[in-house]
């Protein structure tokens, strides 16, 4: 079982920055965010292997870095240029070694146009 704690998020105008950041209870391969807009699916932002391999949404591509450390376990999401379309509850994902998923509770962010 993997825990994960989510922390940053909150209120900032259009055009802004925030910067996420998740801790797992212990190592797992890939680590990332999705967002979950109101009346929409989960979807993919960005992730990241331990290997340093990237993902990322179109939609973010030139405005979010996803950064991790493999040895504290992190997970973080720099976002900048925000736009209100960024609106969403995003939450910290992660799969370990037998391909099992875990989930974050969650953290709203919310841009103001």
């Known amino acids: 079982q993997v825990q994960l704690v989510e922390s940053g998020g909150g209120l900032v105008q259009a055009g802004g920055s925030l910067t996420l950041s998740c801790a797992a209870s212990?190592?797992?391969?890939?680590m990332g965010w999705f967002r979950q807009a109101p009346g929409e699916q989960r979807l993919l932002v960005a992730t990241?292997?331990?290997?340093?391999?990237?993902n990322y949404a179109d939609s973010v591509k030139d405005r979010f870095t996803i950064s991790r450390d493999n040895a504290k376990n992190t997970v973080s999401l720099q976002m900048h240029t925000l736009k209100p379309e960024d609106t969403a509850v995003y939450y910290c994902?992660?799969?370990?070694?037998?391909?099992?998923?875990?989930w974050g509770q969650g953290t709203q962010v919310t841009v103001s146009s």
């Open positions: 994902y992660a799969r370990d070694a037998f391909n099992t998923d875990y």
């Open positions: 212990r190592r797992t391969f890939t």
């Open positions: 990241m292997s331990t290997t340093g391999r990237t």
